[in-house]
């Protein structure tokens, strides 16, 4: 892949932290010119420091509330201004609570599928033209409880399992439009917001951060958790011209964990 990559314009929602940080570092690094986008404009420019330290150019950045229609806006018309294009669309932007149900309210659940799904869905509405023009690549950043309901993580799940037919239904019109659609499914993953999920879990079953830990990575049977370059570099080879035949799948990057049959 090898020059692949250099001078595409890829932007990553959910792109100042976490998984979303580590697939912008890895395309800017690759010589891709990078949109992040986010809430928070301090934590897009400490990622865009960061990431610049290894990459031939420092990464754009955009402030928007993604949550919302006009944030949504604002990120396409910065990319569109600031490059005209855009070869590769990451949704990694999603900040789901765990807990325990009773204690989840309307604005809970409708906060998870503001963010992680209809941000996803208003993005890839907004960029759809510029990627059919450029036969470019979506990839949803979904997550492992697309597949396996869990109690303690209802909402997650239920948006991801929104977001995962969203892509799959998507990657018809990709078809026809000539634009690659795909997901990846990480498991846990060494993030900030693994840490958060770990604390919200702990306060919901009555156990310590330590133990919700150790008892997650037990049941699951893994080795440790991922990192974000193991994801990255699915959504590097995902976004190849290796990877043009793949479309409309999802694939899990979470060490095996995943018990179901899809």
């Not at 912008?24 to 986008?37: I, N, R, Y």
């Not at 855009?86 to 906060?111: H, K, M, P, Y």
């Amino acid at each position: 892949m090898a020059g692949e990559f250099e001078g595409k314009v890829v932007v990553v929602s959910g792109g100042s932290r976490g998984i979303g940080r580590g697939i912008a570092a890895a395309f800017a690094k690759e010589g891709a010119h990078t949109v992040l986008a986010a809430s928070s404009s301090q934590n897009l420019d400490a990622a865009a420091d960061m990431i610049a330290r290894d990459a031939k150019r420092r990464p754009d950045i955009c402030a928007a509330d993604l949550r919302t229609p006009r944030g949504c806006e604002q990120v396409f018309e910065f990319a569109s201004q600031r490059h005209g294009r855009c070869d590769i669309l990451v949704n990694s932007a999603g900040a789901t609570r765990a807990g325990a149900f009773v204690d989840l309210s309307d604005e809970v659940w409708q906060d998870g599928f503001a963010l992680k799904f209809f941000g996803c869905v208003r993005l890839c509405r907004l960029f759809w033209p510029m990627l059919k023009s450029a036969h470019g690549h979506v990839v949803n950043v979904i997550g492992g409880a697309a597949r396996t309901p869990d109690p303690e993580f209802l909402i997650g799940g239920s948006v991801n399992a929104a977001m995962h037919n969203f892509t799959k239904g998507l990657s018809v019109l990709g078809k026809r439009d000539g634009v690659n659609v795909n997901a990846i499914l990480p498991g846990m993953t060494e993030t900030e917001r693994v840490g958060q999920l770990f604390s919200q879990r702990a306060a919901a079953t009555g156990q310590s951060v330590d133990e919700v830990r150790g008892a997650l990575i037990a049941k699951d049977g893994i080795a440790r958790l991922g990192r974000p370059e193991d994801v990255a570099a699915l959504a590097l080879f995902l976004t190849s011209e290796r990877a043009r035949h793949i479309q409309g799948t999802a694939i899990a990057v979470d060490g095996g964990a995943t018990p179901g049959v899809y």
